[in-house]
């Protein structure tokens, strides 16, 4: 059953201020044409965001920043069967590369996509498909042409700042274990920062493009005692405030004054439904759209800075829930300002997500508010990906093997719109199309899934579990990968979509069209 009604958000330009109309809208107003093409090369293996939470004079955080001056690759370790292991893209292999460049094509499934991709509505999605149904270390990969080439992913590219997160709490919780359980926090937060800081005196960490070091650009320091303290004294965990999802959504609602926009929207369709009117419903209506206006310029003088103040209290968890979900822009900007860009950098690098000699991957490298760091080394956009390396993403998701077992949980949690939601959010397209295309014999068990919206296209990655018919009387699971990048206006053609990858993955397992439910 599909539980989650919360509509999406309408396509808006970049760099415009455009009223939210609905739950789901958000302004981006980030700016993510300033890019930088440099190529990327692996040689070897904080600004005025601080917040004052560490004393009077400069902060931790402060001096790090100063040091931090170019990309480098810093100290991870992943969890490889049940054991930690550094980070490399080598061990982060979802089975579905074919070995540095290239992604291993299952024939079957790669010929069913060429003809669904043969649509012309299709044609301009980037297109990635896993079918993980005979296992979820079996996958089988098929992608549109263009499964390689990056393109501007929106608001899924948040799901990069997710990953750079837990990462950061796997690190420092293997740095406690290696260094000594005896340290407090700050004992382990002073050493870790050294560790950050000395990679910069290591040629073979920096990251190069075109033989010339990155620069950075604040933010670039983690702000531990914001993100894992006080109120975890003894553990390295996420620090949380608690509130429910109805209070989320409240808060939410007051930050981006979603009541007096959707009724300055609803007054600007008085109005353009009265100009074909006499006068008197013109006069009605132009009033209307003036007391609209007027209580949405006094709520932002008043409502808005109270919400602001709200959100800003919130935890570093139930930001990171909002931003994954895709309700604030402004949440997503915390969370990047909270991580600092190299280290969402470093782990997407060493993760293998990102990586030039599959034509890039996913990347983020702008802040979702005005500040805009640095495009994808290998060329595009500052908040992009391939579908392939979404395919990837997800596939490790899927396997639980993305920084280890417990995160992974974690972030399917996060990501998670059947068979519940946890934070205000959008929905999925995907889910949306086979749910109208299916009814209830879409029997979806499970969606993991990001959406993204702007510059007249939509963009989603998902993880889908639904029981279909095994054709012997029995039912089967089906569980697979899909990603479409850049479909044309809005949503609509990736839920048009997703109903034909639905039968390619049928297809791939024996299976017929009618037992999956289509008609």
Same mark, same amino acid.
């Given at each position: ?34 890019? =930088? ?46 054991? =930690? ?24 499934? $790669? ?103 990155? =620069? ?6 983690? $702000? ?22 109805? $209070? ?81 822009? +402004? ?18 690098? $060493? ?16 802040? +979702? ?151």
């Amino acid at each position: 059953m599909y539980i989650y009604d919360r509509k999406f958000p309408v396509a808006q330009p970049l760099l415009e201020e455009s009223p939210i109309t609905s739950r789901t809208v958000g302004r981006i107003a980030y700016f993510p044409d300033r890019v =930088d093409s440099k190529f990327l090369e692996r040689v070897g293996t904080i600004s005025a965001y601080v917040r004052a939470n560490e004393g009077l004079g400069e902060s931790k955080t402060e001096e790090l920043s100063k040091k931090l001056k170019f990309l480098s690759l810093l100290p991870h370790f992943t969890v490889v069967s049940g054991k =930690d292991a550094p980070l490399t893209p080598g061990i982060m292999d979802p089975g579905i590369y074919d070995r540095s460049e290239n992604y291993k094509i299952a024939p079957k499934l $790669q010929d069913c996509l060429k003809d669904v991709m043969k649509r012309a509505n299709f044609r301009p999605i980037k297109v990635a498909l896993v079918d993980l149904t005979k296992g979820r270390m079996r996958p089988e990969f098929a992608g549109s042409f263009d499964h390689k080439q990056q393109v501007f992913v929106a608001s899924v590219a948040k799901i990069a700042a997710m990953l750079a997160a837990f990462q950061l709490r796997q690190d420092l919780r293997f740095a406690r274990r290696m260094k000594g359980g005896d340290k407090t926090l700050a004992e382990l937060f002073a050493s870790v920062r050294d560790d950050w800081a000395a990679t910069q005196r290591d040629p073979g960490k920096l990251v190069l493009g075109k033989g010339a070091r990155i =620069d950075l650009k604040d933010p670039k320091s983690p $702000q531990l005692e914001n993100n894992f303290g006080p109120r975890w004294p003894l553990a390295i965990e996420f620090n949380r405030t608690w509130e429910t999802e109805a $209070q989320l959504w409240t808060i939410a609602d007051e930050l981006l004054l979603t009541k007096e926009y959707e009724a300055l929207n609803k007054a600007k369709e008085g109005w353009a439904a009265a100009v074909s009117k006499g006068a008197a419903a013109r006069a009605a209506a132009w009033k209307k759209l003036e007391e609209a206006n007027q209580e949405l310029a006094n709520a932002k003088l008043t409502k808005q800075p109270q919400g602001r103040k709200k959100f800003d209290a919130l935890g570093f968890w139930e930001r990171l829930g909002i931003t994954v979900a895709g309700r604030s822009d +402004y949440a997503a900007s915390t969370i990047v300002r909270d991580l600092g860009f190299p280290y969402i950098a470093s782990t997407l690098i $060493q993760s293998g997500v990102y990586d030039p000699r599959r034509g890039g991957g996913l990347w983020l490298g702008a802040d +979702y508010g005005p500040i805009v760091w640095q495009g994808a080394p290998a060329g595009g956009d500052a908040v992009s990906a391939t579908a392939g390396s979404l395919a990837a993403f997800m596939t490790l998701l899927a396997q639980k093997r993305l920084v280890s077992p417990e995160a992974s949980a974690e972030m399917q949690f996060l990501m998670e719109k059947v068979p519940s939601v946890h934070f205000p959010g959008y929905g999925s397209w995907f889910n949306e199309g086979l749910v109208n295309g299916l009814g209830q014999r879409a029997a979806l068990k499970r969606v993991l899934s990001k959406v993204g919206q702007a510059r007249n296209g939509a963009d989603e990655c998902a993880y889908i579990e639904r029981e279909v018919n095994d054709g012997k009387g029995g039912k089967k699971l089906l569980c697979y990968v899909a990603v479409g990048l850049r479909a044309k206006v809005d949503g609509s053609t990736l839920q048009q979509l997703i109903i034909e990858l639905d039968k390619c993955i049928l297809a791939n397992n024996g299976l017929k069209p009618e037992h999956g439910g289509h008609p």
